[in-house]
């Protein structure tokens, strides 16, 4: 049993700890008191110097990337240290069992919400903002346009939430505890003020031309890049990965789709490309650069993106680091179809991250008979939990599993909305870990320990 096993290792781990003090080590045993302590002192001499030569490695590595040697640490799961009340955690099951972090996105209201938060700093060590660092709250409805002719971007309610986080992360304690930020997101055709594409920014003028777009998405990228990690942004390191690109492609051949005002403008896959050649120029090499997008599990769609990525890799400029599947599955997820997409991405980026999981309820459920729908639910959860392990098993590196909310009552598809992967807002949905309530539901220990779930059946 899974479990048992964590919490006996748990236990060895302490008891070694407190046999140091004995000067004993935790060998097998065997020696004589005086054989012992000349093997450990040598042992632990071997050890220190083992210990140092890889602290420097990385430390070094660290560097490299632009990173504080605490900074690096927060970013690497299995240097991560947990207390024991961390156990019955997602993201310490997900530390333990893939090596990734456990996100959940996070909108300004939630932070009033006492209750709400006491989940996300109970569970998490990812958060993705629901809406406050997309285009429309960065760009205002009105435009701002400095004296460079580009408009000048507003943090003020991205960074309300940076506070509070670095707040936390202040006292949360241990590393594995600490939250850090998916950024999401720089280009994307949707929560996008459309003047931002027109002539003098005024929506009843044409669109701009390919050049002058180029200058404002390079703008755009510059701004958010040094505010947050210029030398003097209190938030520097906070931020992980940036989604540089959301839902380019469409669901019907894996071309571009072309209800969207970027396209308009460059009538091809270009502005793409050029993002992530901008989201390189102006971003630290220790933050993630990802393309993101839904109905990611759709082999034609999937092939589309592949080919996408391999056009940006082509680019010597660009850098792309990972696929983000944005993962809002239904009932009728597959567990075949969701490996199958995540081999063909492993094969093109480094890491793929799930961005923004939820599952829409089964066709008949109508928000009555709860307990038999949440236990399906959990089973679906529990296949793609299994893909997820049996993926790591194959080096296809998983590195962050997001969920699209905290608790049911505010997920997105409690109402309708025209984007990918949303519910038609005419039945009552149970999509996340915890109900409306706050309370855990069978999911949430489909995740963290399924031996309860087994137990519930
Ligand atoms: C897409 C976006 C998300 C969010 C959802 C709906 O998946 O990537 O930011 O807007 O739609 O909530």
Request: net charge negative.
């Amino acid at each position: 049993m899974r479990r048992g096993g964590q919490i006996k290792k748990f236990v060895v781990i302490l008891t070694c700890a407190s046999m140091v003090f004995a000067a004993a080590g935790c060998g097998a045993g065997g020696n004589t008191q005086g054989d012992s302590t000349k093997n450990t002192q040598t042992e632990e001499a071997a050890a220190t110097e083992t210990t140092e030569a890889e602290s420097t490695a990385a430390d070094q590595e660290a560097a490299e990337q632009g990173m504080e040697p605490e900074q690096a640490a927060l970013q690497d799961p299995q240097a991560w240290e947990w207390d024991a009340e961390d156990e019955e955690t997602l993201r310490y099951a997900f530390a333990k069992e893939f090596g990734g972090r456990a996100g959940v996105c996070v909108p300004m209201a939630a932070l009033s919400d006492a209750a709400r938060m006491e989940i996300v700093k109970g569970q998490f060590n990812s958060v993705t903002m629901e809406n406050e660092m997309k285009p429309d709250t960065f760009l205002g409805n009105k435009p701002n346009i400095g004296e460079d002719g580009f408009p000048v971007l507003s943090f003020t309610v991205p960074d309300m939430m940076l506070k509070e986080i670095k707040a936390y992360n202040d006292t949360a304690g241990n590393d594995g505890r600490k939250i850090m930020v998916r950024g999401h997101v720089l280009v994307w055709h949707s929560q996008t003020p459309e003047w931002f594409f027109h002539e003098e920014y005024n929506v009843d003028k044409p669109y701009v031309d390919q050049e002058t777009m180029l200058a404002r998405m390079e703008s755009y990228i510059k701004q958010v890049m040094e505010h947050y990690e210029g030398a003097d942004s209190e938030y520097q390191g906070m931020i992980y990965a940036w989604d540089v690109v959301n839902e380019a492609v469409n669901d019907t051949d894996g071309g571009m789709r072309t209800d969207s005002s970027w396209f308009r403008v460059f009538n091809s896959s270009d502005f793409v490309e050029q993002a992530f050649v901008y989201a390189n120029r102006y971003a630290p090499a220790h933050i993630k650069l990802f393309y993101n997008d839904y109905n990611d599990t759709n082999p034609k769609k999937a092939d589309g993106i592949c080919r996408l990525i391999e056009q940006i890799k082509a680019n010597p400029e660009a850098r792309i680091d990972g696929m983000g599947m944005q993962g809002h599955y239904d009932m009728d997820f597959s567990d075949v179809l969701f490996k199958q997409a995540a081999k063909k991405y492993a094969a093109v980026v480094d890491e793929i991250q799930i961005t923004e999981l939820d599952l829409k309820a089964s066709r008949g459920f109508d928000g009555e008979n709860t307990e038999e729908e949440y236990q399906k639910q959990a089973e679906v959860y529990k296949s793609l939990y299994d893909a997820v392990k049996s993926l790591k098993q194959e080096d296809v590196p998983i590195t962050a599993i997001v969920f699209w909310g905290t608790d049911d009552r505010h997920s997105w598809l409690q109402s309708a909305n025209a984007a990918g992967g949303s519910a038609d807002g005419t039945r009552v949905q149970c999509p996340l870990l915890f109900d409306k309530d706050y309370e855990k539901k069978p999911a949430f220990w489909a995740f963290v320990d399924d031996s309860k779930l087994e137990a519930a059946e």
